[in-house]
């Protein structure tokens, strides 16, 4: 977690036992859609007309060219930018239509993991990973103890928990961040290239634990990655973003196979095609 950027859920910890059964009324479904979003940078046009329905209670993954937004679109759907143009619908709300307290509110439901687990170099594994439910609960130090405890051995870091970011290895570190990120059962988890940095062999632990952890837990899930083995091992859903556009979206396995020219060149990471370096 960014310090600055505060994006950690602050509702106390629920378990729920029927993941498809609502958190909040309108937010069973359409937890987070983005319609006819256009952001400019200057003359830059990044994202030009996206629209996306993110598939609720599976884990989708971004996949598209580098520069083409894919970053710009996770931080629009934090709420840490808005659109010049249409709307981003959280839990069915259109975020830009709530009031700032509204709109930080929504925040805690999100959890968010930065490229380095982006982890209080201050701070062990534990008190970054207790850090949220100390800020945004009222739970007991026991209370926080025994769920931080139980994260960090899903995580498998229970026998790290006294040591620094410093002192840890880069995969220890994001499994830190993701324990963190999860500690209070956000409905939504943003991962932005997880991957970035491990070795092949942790970025299958990796992707084997985000699995894992959204069978057990549920929620939406959106991984941005360049990894396509990445990808294709850990998430229900595909969506591609060019030039600022959605150019697919779809089932893993339908990604995989389809004649789309943009998908299959992407997926095959070949030169020649309709993608270039622009
Ligand atoms: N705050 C900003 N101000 C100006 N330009 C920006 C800003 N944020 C992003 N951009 C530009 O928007 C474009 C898209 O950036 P973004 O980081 O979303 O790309 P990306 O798809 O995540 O790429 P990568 O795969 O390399 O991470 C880039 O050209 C970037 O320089
Ligand atoms: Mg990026």
Redesign the pocket.
Known sequence: MNAALDLSPTTAPLHRSDQNAPTTGASTNHTMQVRDVHKA??D?K?LQGLTIDFKDNAITTVL??????????LKHLVGL?APDQGEVRVFGQDIWKLSEHERYEMRKRFGVLFQDGALFGSMNVYDNVAFPLRKHTDLSEAEIGHTVMTRLSEVGLERSAHKFPSEVSGGMRKRAGFARGLILNPDIVLF??PDSGLDPVRTSLLCDLIKKMHDEHGGTYLL?T?NIQAARSTSDYVGM?WQGKLVHYGATEDAFATEDPFVRQFLAGDSAGPLGMD
């Open positions: 940078f200057g830059f990044v598209g060219p580098s520069g083409t937004g894919k970053s710009v679109l930018l932005d290239e941005v360049h973003v």
